[in-house]
């Protein structure tokens, strides 16, 4: 059977630049069980899916695939060994001593049968397959692919090859260094404690070459801010910012860089606040630039609309739940929550269409399960403003001035609150302004208590996303 090339996102680079002992000891990782056991269990299964299928007992594998394998295993048979060397003897230690057992025996098969002919292996086909041939040293690896213009660096020692999923495809080249690699991610680390090889056929352009699994714009985003860290701040409440820092994320998450991701998604946090009294400033300052523009003739300042200036919710989202960023989401879908469909990001920015200041959402992004949140955000409004509002007012006593108004005042302002699409908004205009038909005593003595209620429904809101996290 053809086989596709396994996934290679944890594949090592099977040779290394020459580097002092000290260096070398200096950026060693203590191996990690765990990740040696992840690392293991991967290739075992990349091992299992090479079988032959049923009606073919043959096997076809290229010769670079085949290479890759072999590497991983070898990676797989040093770690293994510098646990065994170590101190633990425990059950972890000892599935890892098994798996890589294991390893090496389906090597062992796959290799007797690419090295059999079909009519040895008891096949019926008929298509003949030889062993792989390993070409002459003397001319290293074939990498048909293109040098980034910016990220193939000259004292580089490593080069990175990862496909290009457009532009008619093809193979973008980088050469990094390993301890940049390795500083950032213990992925990495792990992936380059293979002693160097002999095999010149896994050197490229004079240093060491990795094929890499993941698309070339996704490495290249995480290329970028690791070697220009300027790329990271991006501009605060930009609507554009879940996008931009998708790939990038992504990267860092798979790679388990935490510096970098913490960065990321703090920025994310301070565009989608997680505390009433962030929520609070954020809307108090979007509401100073809907005055701004407001005030303009055309209602753009800079030829941006007010919500070209503010975040938008949807795209957040989806990077939320697809990336593991809980403490976003219930700002973010509170906020979609006061949109309509008809306020959609595409279908407002027609060139025979005037934004004004308005806001809007990426609805084409908004999943199903996206939805499913938003209807817990609005029932959540209206349960929680008629269980705890309701019975909240303080009946007139003498100081009231206007007992004949003000206990009939209180049931229609709940009833705005719970048909309002803003409620946080509306109780936050009742604690700053006395409404009317509303006595200065009623008011006063009402107004901390609504002011601990609203509180408590941010934390309502807050608790439809504790399942998230």
């Known amino acids: ?16 630049p020459t580097r002092s002992p000290s260096s070398t000891h200096r950026r060693m990782p203590n191996p990690d069980p765990e990740k040696i056991a992840s690392l293991a269990q991967t290739l075992y299964e990349s091992l299992a899916a090479l079988k032959p299928s049923k009606n073919k007992t043959n096997l076809s594998i290229s ?12 990676q797989i048979a040093v770690l293994t060994s510098s646990v065994s060397r170590g101190p633990r003897d425990d059950a972890l230690s ?49 990498l048909d692919g293109t040098r980034h213009s910016s990220l193939y660096l000259a004292d580089g020692n490593l080069v990175v090859a990862a496909p290009i999923s457009g532009n008619g495809g093809g193979t973008m080249l980088f050469r990094v260094h390993q301890s940049m690699l390795s500083l950032q991610s213990p992925v990495f680390a792990a992936m380059f404690t293979l002693p160097p090889p002999t095999n010149t056929t896994d050197v ?50 798979k790679y388990e860089m935490e510096s970098l991701r913490d960065r990321i998604v703090a920025q994310l946090q301070a565009d989608w606040p997680c505390t009433l009294a962030e929520w609070d400033r954020l809307e108090m300052e979007s509401s100073a630039l809907e005055r701004e523009h407001q005030l303009s003739d055309d209602e753009t300042i800079d030829g941006l609309y007010l919500d070209d200036r503010l975040p938008e919710p949807a795209s957040a989202i989806r990077l939320a739940m697809d990336l593991n960023i809980p403490k976003i989401l219930p700002s973010a879908v509170y906020h979609l929550s006061r949109l309509q469909t008809a306020d959609d990001w595409f279908a407002c920015r027609k060139e025979d269409t005037e934004l004004g200041v308005e806001r809007t959402a990426r609805w084409d992004l908004v999943a199903a399960v996206d939805y499913k949140l938003l209807l817990k955000v609005r029932e959540t409004r209206v349960n929680s403003i008629t269980s705890k509002f309701s019975s909240l007012y303080i009946a007139p006593s ?30 936050k205009a009742f604690d700053d302004t ?20 609203r509180l408590m429904y941010w934390d309502d809101i807050c608790a439809v996303f504790k399942e998230q996290e």
């Open 1 to 16: 059977m053809e086989v596709d090339s396994p996934d290679s996102s944890f594949s090592a680079p099977s040779s290394s």
């Open 63 to 74: 010769l670079s695939d085949w290479e890759n394998l072999v590497a991983r295993s070898q």
């Open 94 to 142: 000892l599935q890892i001593a098994d798996m890589s057992d294991r390893i090496t025996n389906q090597l062992t098969d796959l290799e007797s049968k690419l090295m059999k002919p079909p009519h040895e292996s008891g096949g019926t086909s008929t298509k003949t397959h030889s062993a792989p041939t390993v070409p002459s040293p003397d001319f290293g690896p074939i």
């Open 204 to 253: 490229y352009d004079g240093v060491p070459f990795v094929r890499m699994q993941d698309d070339a714009e996704d490495l290249e985003s995480l290329f970028k801010v690791l070697y220009n860290p300027s790329e990271l701040p991006y501009k605060r409440l930009d609507p554009l910012t879940p996008l931009n820092v998708r790939r990038t994320l992504a990267m860092a998450t």
């Open 398 to 427: 003498t100081s009231c001035l206007t007992p004949e108004v003000c206990p009939s005042t209180w049931p229609r302002i709940c009833l705005e609150w719970k048909l309002a699409i803003d409620p946080l908004a509306r109780m």
């Open 434 to 453: 006395r409404p009317a038909n509303f006595c200065k005593h009623c008011w006063s003595v009402n107004r901390a208590r609504v002011r601990s209620r």
